[in-house]
């Protein structure tokens, strides 16, 4: 088979190609076996001793399968099976392929240069693509593949009036006097007090079950209170209503009178809902992840909505809570939820997109730095970003496993100083002697906050003990970090 002009060939077909990946050297066809030998570019065969086989390697040991095809579908590789590696670190492979079923599954075997086994395929399923949808798709390579939560304006039509039985839930509220006239279908739009307000899950509860009280609300405000202090004690905050919160999920969880009424829990200013200058209550933003996992657990029975504590947004309210989204807020009046949305604009070919300068010379401190994921940011802050002084730091810091490894691997790679420190994030006092004793040279220049602990559990059986362990490394040691 002549390959002299195959890449050109291929991207006619939409297989754009690029010069890192363009490895196919020769090829041979006899019946249904094809014959290949493909070969890493000479900058990049320093690499080929990290793989068991390079990436650039595998993609092109599928090109001449493509090519002999070149007159039939433009097809894709769908599914891999019984893959099976035997040797590492190849920098060429001389290729064994049979078809099978016609043009769409084959048996692939892999070589070395010298007819060592690298790997086999047992088999290897590539599916129709339109040819049309493939080249746009290649027209878009410099595109930003990334996404984002955007929140979007929704317009909700005005409530059914079997969706105005709603009803609140507040600590301390007297007995409910039964449906008031907005909670009856009016029209009107009330505001947290004109609508039956009940003390308690049990009180709740006890009012489904009475066959003389009326019809059961279709959904339950759980409006968050406000916390007593002074807005320095954020963590402090952040813990209470957190508790207060779980207490109540494994309350209404427990109350099967409850199982058909949603609960919403009204909270204030924690998230943005995508205004500009929204300003953010920490120690309420952790109420949204504690009601995204009762959410998850107990699907339909829970959701979570931001209020601005407009008039207009108190308007709303009845239309909000109808429109049935799992999470949303109300921004003077308007109703908003979180959607999933691409990242808009492309680049020019060879660009990257615009990044934070790091300073070469400044330290970069990761809290949690010798874990999974604090590895992982400080090799790619190392070779990515030429930061060459790293503190890391954990509850073991270097006696953590791996750490003495870990340093030895980013001096390898160019950190010039790597200082592995044990450190709790959540014990201020020792936060700060840590940061005291960076040196004036190397002044501290960027945070990674890593540091965390992993106690989970189903709502119905948190404890108040799990959450304080999963909160400390997190809020304290955030807010510990934000002062110091």
């Given at each position: 088979?002549?390959?002299?002009?195959?890449?050109?060939?291929?991207?006619?077909?939409?297989?754009?190609?690029?010069?890192?990946?363009?490895?196919?050297?020769?090829?041979?066809?006899?019946?249904d076996e094809i014959y290949a030998e493909v070969a890493l570019q000479p900058g990049d065969v320093a690499e080929a001793a990290d793989?068991?086989?390079?990436?650039?390697?595998?993609?092109?040991?599928?090109?001449?399968?493509?090519?002999?095809?070149?007159?039939?579908?433009?097809?894709?590789?769908?599914?891999?099976?019984?893959?099976?590696?035997?040797?590492?670190?190849?920098?060429?492979?001389?290729?064994?392929?049979?078809?099978?079923?016609?043009?769409?599954?084959?048996?692939?075997?892999?070589?070395?240069?010298?007819?060592?086994?690298?790997?086999?395929?047992?088999?290897?399923?590539?599916?129709?693509?339109?040819?049309?949808?493939?080249?746009?798709?290649?027209?878009?390579?410099?595109?930003?593949?990334?996404?984002?939560?955007?929140?979007?304006?929704?317009?909700?039509?005005?409530?059914?009036?079997?969706?105005?039985?709603?009803?609140?839930?507040?600590?301390?509220?007297?007995?409910?006097?039964?449906?008031?006239?907005?909670?009856?279908?009016?029209?009107?739009?009330?505001?947290?007090?004109?609508?039956?307000?009940?003390?308690?899950?049990?009180?709740?509860?006890?009012?489904?079950?009475?066959?003389?009280?009326?019809?059961?609300?279709?959904?339950?405000?759980?409006?968050?209170?406000?916390?007593?202090?002074?807005?320095t004690d954020v963590p402090g905050r952040a813990r209470a209503l957190t508790h207060q919160l779980l207490a109540l999920l494994q309350?209404?969880?427990?109350?099967?009178?409850?199982?058909?009424?949603?609960?919403?829990?009204?909270?204030?200013?924690?998230?943005?809902?995508?205004?500009?200058?929204?300003?953010?209550?920490?120690?309420?933003?952790?109420?949204?992840?504690?009601?995204?996992?009762?959410?998850?657990?107990?699907?339909?029975?829970?959701?979570?909505?931001?209020?601005?504590?407009?008039?207009?947004?108190?308007?709303?309210?009845?239309?909000?809570?109808?429109?049935?989204?799992?999470?949303?807020?109300?921004?003077?009046?308007?109703?908003?939820?979180?959607?999933?949305?691409?990242?808009?604009?492309?680049?020019?070919?060879?660009?990257?997109?615009?990044?934070?300068?790091?300073?070469?010379?400044?330290?970069?401190?990761?809290?949690?730095?010798?874990?999974?994921?604090?590895?992982?940011?400080?090799?790619?802050?190392?070779?990515?970003?030429?930061?060459?002084?790293?503190?890391?730091?954990?509850?073991?810091?270097?006696?953590?496993?791996?750490?003495?490894?870990?340093?030895?691997?980013?001096?390898?790679?160019?950190?010039h100083t790597v200082t592995l420190t044990a450190c709790d994030t959540g014990d201020r006092a020792a936060l700060a002697e840590l940061?005291?004793?960076?040196?004036?040279?190397?002044?501290?220049?960027?945070?990674?906050?890593?540091?965390?602990?992993?106690?989970?559990?189903?709502?119905?059986?948190?404890?108040?003990?799990?959450?304080?362990?999963?909160?400390?490394?997190?809020?304290?040691?955030?807010?510990?970090?934000?002062?110091?």
């Amino acid at each position: 088979m002549d390959v002299t002009d195959a890449y050109a060939l291929l991207a006619d077909r939409g297989y754009a190609y690029g010069p890192a990946v363009q490895g196919l050297r020769a090829a041979w066809r006899d019946g249904d076996e094809i014959y290949a030998e493909v070969a890493l570019q000479p900058g990049d065969v320093a690499e080929a001793a990290d793989y068991i086989v390079h990436p650039a390697l595998l993609d092109a040991a599928m090109h001449v399968d493509l090519l002999d095809g070149i007159d039939g579908p433009v097809l894709l590789p769908f599914a891999w099976t019984g893959v099976a590696p035997h040797a590492a670190g190849a920098a060429g492979l001389r290729l064994w392929i049979t078809r099978l079923d016609g043009a769409e599954a084959s048996v692939m075997r892999m070589a070395d240069a010298e007819g060592r086994p690298v790997a086999t395929v047992s088999k290897l399923v590539s599916r129709p693509v339109d040819q049309e949808r493939l080249s746009e798709a290649a027209g878009q390579a410099a595109e930003i593949p990334l996404h984002r939560v955007e929140w979007q304006a929704v317009t909700a039509p005005p409530p059914a009036d079997d969706d105005l039985r709603w009803a609140v839930l507040r600590p301390g509220a007297p007995a409910a006097a039964g449906p008031t006239a907005a909670a009856s279908g009016s029209g009107e739009a009330p505001g947290l007090g004109q609508v039956p307000q009940y003390a308690d899950v049990s009180a709740l509860a006890a009012a489904v079950a009475d066959p003389t009280a009326g019809p059961a609300p279709r959904t339950v405000v759980f409006p968050v209170p406000e916390t007593e202090g002074d807005g320095t004690d954020v963590p402090g905050r952040a813990r209470a209503l957190t508790h207060q919160l779980l207490a109540l999920l494994q309350a209404w969880l427990a109350e099967d009178r409850l199982g058909a009424i949603r609960l919403v829990v009204l909270t204030r200013g924690a998230v943005t809902g995508g205004v500009e200058g929204d300003a953010i209550d920490l120690a309420q933003a952790p109420l949204w992840g504690l009601v995204r996992a009762a959410a998850e657990e107990n699907p339909g029975r829970f959701a979570v909505l931001d209020i601005d504590g407009t008039d207009a947004s108190t308007h709303a309210l009845p239309a909000a809570l109808a429109l049935g989204e799992p999470e949303s807020a109300l921004r003077l009046g308007q109703i908003r939820v979180p959607r999933l949305a691409r990242v808009t604009g492309t680049l020019p070919a060879g660009a990257a997109p615009a990044a934070p300068v790091w300073r070469t010379d400044g330290t970069v401190l990761i809290t949690g730095g010798t874990g999974g994921l604090g590895a992982v940011l400080a090799r790619h802050l190392v070779t990515e970003h030429g930061v060459r002084h790293l503190l890391l730091t954990s509850r073991r810091g270097p006696d953590s496993p791996g750490a003495d490894a870990l340093r030895t691997e980013l001096t390898d790679i160019g950190a010039h100083t790597v200082t592995l420190t044990a450190c709790d994030t959540g014990d201020r006092a020792a936060l700060a002697e840590l940061l005291d004793r960076i040196p004036a040279q190397h002044p501290l220049t960027a945070v990674v906050h890593a540091a965390g602990v992993a106690d989970g559990g189903l709502i119905t059986s948190l404890s108040e003990e799990q959450t304080e362990r999963v909160l400390r490394p997190k809020v304290d040691g955030e807010w510990h970090l934000h002062e110091l």
